[in-house]
């Protein structure tokens, strides 16, 4: 455990959308804090040249925190400035005490 601890280095923060109301009573996309945490945030492609696809593709990442309850796709990871989408959740019954997603970089 203490070798998975080690790792933790980048401070995020993960965030859900959520629906605000705006002064006029519009409603307009946002984001609300899910948590604050530690993680290790690994590059795992540049793009998807790999799979045929254009090559604009924006880089995705591999990052992986402690397991705790309320992160779910479609969230989004705030790190060093950057935004990453959650594409995907690695819940491996073997490493009971992480979870490690999948995110795609997202500009805007």
């Known amino acids: 455990m203490t070798e998975f601890a ?3 280095r980048e401070r995020l923060v993960i965030e859900r959308p ?7 009573g519009l409603q307009e996309p ?3 804090e899910v948590c604050r ?6 590059l795992e492609t540049v793009g998807a040249e790999s799979e ?6 924006m880089p995705r990442y591999r990052v992986t925190i402690r397991k705790r309850d309320g992160v779910a796709l479609n969230q989004r990871v705030r790190w060093s400035g950057r935004s990453l989408m959650v594409r995907q959740l690695l819940d491996d019954p073997r490493t009971k005490d ?3 997603m999948r995110c795609e970089e997202v500009r805007g």
Do not use: F, K, P
């Open 30 to 32: 946002g984001w609300e």
């Open 37 to 42: 945490c530690l993680g290790a945030v690994v």
């Open 6 to 8: 080690g790792t933790l």
């Open 98 to 100: 992480r979870i490690v």
């Open 52 to 57: 045929a696809q254009a090559l604009s593709a």
């Open 18 to 24: 959520v629906s605000l109301r705006n002064a006029m």
